[in-house]
């Protein structure tokens, strides 16, 4: 196999790959997924921890260096640990990251941490119970802020907080997490709700934009200051709170989308490469690692999904086309 680099038409370098490891989940957030009769994958057509690797290395090769698990919650697939230790020694990884609901962290972070995760995020879309019923439909609050306790105390590189912003619900929490950031040292971002809801109830005026919560910040805190991009891929806009205690960023896809510096692509649980969360389109690599194929057939798989990448999402366009999954089955 040589080496070589995802870039596609648009001369977008995919270097970053964000793995579902499964479609279940403890919860059920109705920004993501339904509340009830849901078909999970069989877990037979879940990718197995070696298929997972497998693929992984294949993607090293191609200028992958960063990889984030992902889901349905992380947490949920048994022996998560086993694998990242398997994906940390795949030569030119050099980052590997965790986005989880926490529910599960507090038995698992220390785990987590030997078998070499770098960095964390944590979804926390409010400080009071109420709004995390609503939004989750489940009880669970405490033990997320157990999560994030536990995951302070084992010292990750970067623990990271993102919550979900929509209008009428978000409103009464912007000040409450910024508040709690700061007093713990933790870094809050604020991320746009999605059309990637499962019911299909997504409109854009439940869409409290980045630039409304910065005003609210602003009013609570004193001004925000930007701060230097270290990577112009990264989709947060950051900034520092004037007094020096923090820091907040806003990821913006709905208002400000990022897609021109795009260096993402996702396989998801069972298998299914895709070049953008918004794709219609799927590239099956379990088809190939179940059959025989190569891992030069998977190489060309890649190369074929990123060379179909489409310009950008498209949400307010006219034409726009809501894919057929949802979060929980493509991996946020
Ligand atoms: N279960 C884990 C969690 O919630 O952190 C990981 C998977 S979840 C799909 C990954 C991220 O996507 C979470 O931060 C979640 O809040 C976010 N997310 C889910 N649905 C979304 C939507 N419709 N719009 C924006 N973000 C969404
Ligand atoms: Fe589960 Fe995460 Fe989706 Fe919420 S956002 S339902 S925690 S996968």
């Not at 409010?126 to 489940?138: P, S, V």
């Not at 980045?210 to 900034?239: C, K, N, W």
């Amino acid at each position: 196999m040589t080496k070589g680099k995802l870039i596609d038409s648009l001369g977008r370098i995919h270097n970053n790959l964000r793995i579902s490891v499964t479609d279940r989940c403890n919860i059920r957030c109705f920004y993501c997924m339904p509340d009830e009769n849901i078909q999970f994958k069989p877990r037979n057509e879940i990718l197995t921890f070696e298929e997972i690797v497998r693929f992984a290395r294949v993607a090293a090769q191609q200028g992958v260096n960063k990889l984030r698990l992902t889901g349905g919650e992380p947490l949920v697939r048994a022996g998560l640990p086993k694998l990242i230790r398997q994906l940390a020694t795949i030569p030119d990884i050099d980052d590997i990251a965790l986005t989880t609901n926490g529910i599960l962290l507090a038995e698992h972070v220390d785990a987590l941490k030997r078998a070499g995760l770098r960095r964390l995020n944590i979804s926390l879309d409010g400080l009071k119970e109420e709004t995390f019923e609503r939004i989750a439909r489940r009880k669970g609050l405490d033990r997320v802020l157990q999560g994030i306790f536990a995951a302070k105390a084992a010292g990750f590189e970067r623990t990271r907080l993102n919550a979900i912003a929509i209008r009428g619900i978000t409103e009464s929490e912007i000040v409450p997490l910024g508040e709690f950031a700061r007093q713990h040292g933790l870094e809050l971002r604020f991320i746009e709700f999605m059309p990637l809801d499962a019911e299909g109830n997504w409109s854009d005026d439940q869409v409290l934009s980045g630039e409304d919560i910065r005003q609210t910040l602003q009013e609570a805190f004193g001004p925000l200051v930007p701060t230097v991009r270290p990577d112009p891929s990264q989709p947060a806009m950051d900034y520092r709170f004037a007094d020096g205690v923090g820091t907040i960023g806003f990821i913006n896809p709905v208002t400000q989308p990022f897609c021109s510096d795009c260096n993402r692509l996702r396989i998801t649980a069972e298998g299914n490469i895709r070049n953008c969360l918004f794709s219609i389109a799927e590239w099956d690599a379990r088809k190939i690692m179940r059959c025989g194929g190569s891992d030069d057939d998977l190489v060309r798989l890649l190369h074929e999904c990123i060379a179909a990448k489409k310009s950008g999402h498209g949400i307010d366009s006219p034409d726009f086309v809501k894919p057929e999954r949802a979060m929980y089955q493509i991996g946020g």
